[in-house]
């Protein structure tokens, strides 16, 4: 098993940019694949972007063009670069990994949060008008 720590959340104003960080303890993610999840007030958990085991990205529309998801196995991290970012954006926000077994890397896969059986605690991040 593995067990994720988000940071690098916070406050900062519309256009801005923020970079979350999910370290990893425990056993390896380089045989994973990682996702990016979100959580905004009175809303369901979304997707947001992920990384396959193969390097492959999906992103939701909404932040394609803004956000870069990235991934060091040596490192054991799990990172999200976020740029102009907007109020809409405002959420808690949570890394995810899937099974060691998992094999499958499609978008479907990928984008669904049943997926994922090993989650982060979350880092807040607000963006202010």
């Known amino acids: 098993q593995v067990q994720l720590v988000e940071s690098g959340g916070g406050l900062v104003q519309a256009g801005g940019s923020l970079t979350l960080s999910c370290a990893a303890s425990?056993?390896?993610?380089?045989?994973?694949?990682m996702g990016w999840f979100r959580q905004a007030p009175g809303k369901e958990r979304e997707f947001v972007a992920c990384?396959?085991?193969?390097?492959?990205?999906y992103y939701v529309d909404s932040v394609k063009g803004r956000f870069a998801v990235s991934k060091d196995n040596a490192k054991k991290t799990l990172s999200l670069r976020m740029d102009s970012l907007s109020p809409d954006d405002t959420a808690v926000y949570y890394c995810?990994?899937?099974?060691?077994?998992?094999?499958?890397?499609?978008?479907?896969?990928?984008?669904?949060?049943?997926?994922?059986?090993?989650w982060g605690q979350g880092t807040q991040v607000t963006v202010s008008s």
């Open positions: 995810a990994a899937t099974p060691r077994t998992a094999f499958y890397m499609s978008s479907t896969y990928l984008m669904d949060q049943t997926s994922y059986n090993t």
């Open positions: 990384i396959g085991r193969d390097g492959t990205k």
């Open positions: 425990g056993r390896t993610i380089s045989d994973r694949n």
